[in-house]
C-alpha cells in the first residue's frame, strides 16, 4: 500500500472514534436532581445539652445519734409540709428520767418551804433573844441549799425535754423527699471516729428539695462549655411534656468538670426556668437549648445540601443544564439551615435529592424544584 493511502486510512479511523465518542458523550443521560432555592430567614446557632430537673436548695433531716427508729411517716418522693412530724426515735428512757426529776423538783420545793418556815421562825427567836444568830445562818444556808437544788431539777428537767422534743422529727421546709436514709426499727448509728472533746453529731434519716426552688441542671459538653454565659437565652425540653418549652435563664456555669463513669468531661450548667413550675418535679429529665448567636434575614440553605471538603464547603448548583460545584463561605449554623455569607444567590438552584452521584460539569434534569 501507498505510504499516502496508510496515512489517509489512519485519519479517517482517527475521525470516525473522535466523532464516535462526542455522540456517546452528548448523548450520556442526565441525573434526575430536585432543587431548592436559598431562603432568607432568622437563624440562630445553638447548643443542646441533656440534663434533668433539681432542686436548688436541699435540706438534710437529722436525729441525735444512738437513738432507736420508732416510725417513719414519709417514702422518698413524698410532699411534706413544714412541721409535719416525718419520724419518730424511742423516749421511753428520757420519760423515766423525767418522771424522776419531776419527783425529785417537787421535793426539793418541799423541803425549801419547810426550810423558810424554819428560817423565819428562826429570824423571830433570835430578834426576842431566844436563838443565836448561828441558828439563823444556818437556816439561811439550807434555803439557799434546797433553792440552788431546785434550779438543778428544773434544768435537768429542761435538758430532758428538749432531748425528748428531738425524738419527734419534723420537717424543717415544704418540700419533696428525694432520699430516705433510715428505716422503722433500726438504731442511728453514732460515728466511729470524733475528735477527743468533739461534740456527737447528728446523722442524716432523709434529704428534702425545697418546693419552689426548682431549675435544669445540664451537663454541656467540654467542646460547647466556653459557649455558654449566664444570662443567656435558653429553653428547657421536658421527656414528660413533648412538644411543650419552657423558657430559661443560665444562673451559674460550673468551674470544674462533672466526674462521668463514662469519662467525658462534662460542665454543670444551672438553669432558671422561668415558666411551667406547677408541673415541673424534681427528677424529670430533659435536655437544654442555649442560644449562642442569632441573625435575622439571613441567606440559608439546608446543611444537608452542603458538602465538606477539608476546610471548604460546596454546593451543586444549576448553570447551563449542568451540575457546577461551587464553595460557599457560611456563617451562623442552626439545627437544619445554615447562613450562606458568599457563593450563592438569593434565585440560584441548589441541588438537593441526586447530589451524592454527582460530578462538577455532570448534565442534570430537575425533575421537581421546590420553591
Do not use: C
Not at 443542646?48 to 445519734?65: F, H
Not at 454543670?268 to 429529665?285: E, F, I, P, Y
Amino acid at each position: 500500500m501507498k505510504p499516502g493511502v496508510r496515512t489517509w486510512l489512519i485519519v479517517g479511523v482517527v475521525l470516525t472514534g473522535a466523532v464516535g465518542a462526542y455522540r456517546y458523550l452528548g448523548s450520556e443521560t442526565p441525573e434526575r436532581v430536585t432543587v431548592i432555592t436559598p431562603s432568607t430567614q432568622t437563624i440562630e446557632e445553638t447548643v443542646a445539652a441533656s440534663g434533668g430537673m433539681v432542686s436548688s436548695r436541699t435540706v438534710l433531716v437529722t436525729m441525735d445519734p444512738g437513738g432507736r427508729v420508732t416510725s417513719i411517716h414519709f417514702e422518698e418522693q413524698d410532699r411534706v409540709r413544714k412541721g409535719q412530724l416525718r419520724a419518730r426515735l424511742d423516749d421511753s428512757d428520757l420519760r423515766g428520767q423525767l418522771t424522776q426529776n419531776r419527783g425529785n423538783l417537787t421535793l426539793a420545793e418541799g423541803n425549801l418551804s419547810s426550810a423558810e418556815v424554819n428560817l423565819n421562825r428562826f429570824r423571830r427567836l433570835y430578834e426576842k433573844g431566844f436563838a443565836a444568830r448561828l441558828d439563823v445562818e444556818n437556816a439561811q444556808r439550807q434555803v439557799e441549799l434546797y433553792k440552788t437544788q431546785i434550779e438543778d431539777r428544773k434544768a435537768a428537767i429542761s435538758m430532758l425535754e428538749a432531748k425528748r422534743a428531738r425524738t419527734m422529727i419534723v420537717s424543717p421546709i415544704n418540700g419533696v423527699v428525694t432520699r430516705k436514709l433510715a428505716e422503722e426499727g433500726g438504731v442511728v448509728a453514732e460515728r466511729d471516729a470524733r475528735s477527743p472533746g468533739q461534740a456527737s453529731q447528728s446523722t442524716a434519716i432523709a434529704e428534702l428539695a425545697e418546693l419552689g426552688s426548682l431549675e435544669f441542671q445540664a451537663d454541656v459538653d467540654q467542646a460547647d462549655i466556653a459557649k455558654i454565659r449566664v444570662g443567656q437565652t435558653a429553653t428547657v425540653q421536658i421527656d414528660a411534656f413533648p412538644g411543650r418549652t419552657f423558657e430559661a435563664t443560665p444562673r451559674e456555669v460550673a468551674a470544674a468538670s462533672t466526674p462521668d463513669p463514662a469519662n467525658r468531661v462534662r460542665y454543670a450548667v444551672k438553669l432558671v426556668v422561668r415558666s411551667g413550675k406547677d408541673v415541673l418535679q424534681v427528677g424529670m429529665t430533659g435536655s437544654a437549648r442555649f442560644v449562642i448567636a442569632k441573625k435575622a434575614q439571613a441567606l440559608t440553605v439546608p446543611v444537608a445540601v452542603t458538602l465538606q471538603q477539608g476546610d471548604d464547603e460546596s454546593v451543586f448548583v444549576v448553570k447551563n443544564g449542568k451540575a457546577s460545584l461551587t464553595k460557599i463561605k457560611t456563617g451562623l449554623r442552626g439545627e437544619d439551615a445554615v447562613e450562606v455569607v458568599s457563593g450563592v444567590a438569593p434565585g440560584d438552584a441548589v441541588i438537593d435529592q441526586g447530589r451524592a452521584k454527582l460530578k462538577d460539569g455532570r448534565r442534570v434534569e430537575i425533575v421537581d424544584a421546590k420553591r
